[in-house]
Structures are given as structure tokens and as C-alpha cells.
């Protein structure tokens, strides 16, 4: 089965930019749906940006203008770089494939305080 492993996550400051990693146990260009999601506390799990069917991208309003999604398939990778943080994207981060029969990996936490 497919498997995701997030990495990235630290405790910052509101503004700052951070880069978030994934690696996929297979190759990111055989996984058509990939994205990146998060989960505060309290909260549903939403997806905050994604490669959909044919290549389009999909950002969360909150996140868009701000945060960039990209991969490399022949790495195996997919990274979110967000820029700007606010106290409101305080989250545990989640890279998944919802296609792919792949389980949600640990995910990885960001702290953003202001």
C-alpha cells in the first residue's frame, strides 16, 4: 500500500515562510490525486491545496496567494510552501493520495504563534 511521510513542521512566528516535504513510496506521477491537508484542533480535516485529475491545482481560499503546492515525480515528492503564515494555519499537516488505497501518514505539526 502506498505510504506518506511528512516532515517540516516547527514552531514559528507569524510571517515567516516554511516548506513543507512528502515522500510517497511510489512515484507521485502515478498518484493522479495528491494533496496536502490539515487538521487544527477542533476542526475537520481540509485540504489546503492539490493536484487534481489532469494536472489542475486547488488551493483553500484561506491559503491561496500564500501557498504553493509542487512535485517531483521522479523523486517521489511533494512539497507546500507557505508563505506569510498566520497564527490560523497553526495545524497538523497531512500529504495524501485519496485514490491511491494509501493510509494517512502521521502528518507533521505546525506551530504558528504571533
Known amino acids: 500500500q502506498v505510504q506518506f511521510v511528512e516532515s517540516g513542521g516547527v514552531f514559528v512566528q507569524a510571517g515567516v515562510s516554511l516548506r513543507l516535504s512528502c515522500a510517497a513510496s511510489v512515484s507521485t506521477s502515478s498518484i493522479n490525486v495528491i494533496g496536502w491537508y490539515r487538521q487544527a484542533p477542533g476542526m475537520l480535516r481540509e485540504l489546503v491545496a492539490g493536484?487534481?485529475?489532469?494536472?489542475?491545482?486547488t488551493y483553500a481560499d484561506s491559503v491561496k496567494g500564500r501557498f504553493i503546492i509542487s512535485r517531483d515525480s521522479a523523486k517521489n515528492m511533494v512539497w507546500l510552501q507557505m508563505n506569510n503564515l498566520k497564527a490560523e494555519d497553526t495545524a497538523i499537516y497531512y500529504c495524501y493520495g485519496p485514490l491511491s488505497g494509501g493510509h494517512w501518514g502521521q502528518g507533521t505539526q505546525v506551530t504558528v504563534f504571533s
Open positions: 493536484f487534481g485529475l489532469g494536472g489542475n491545482i
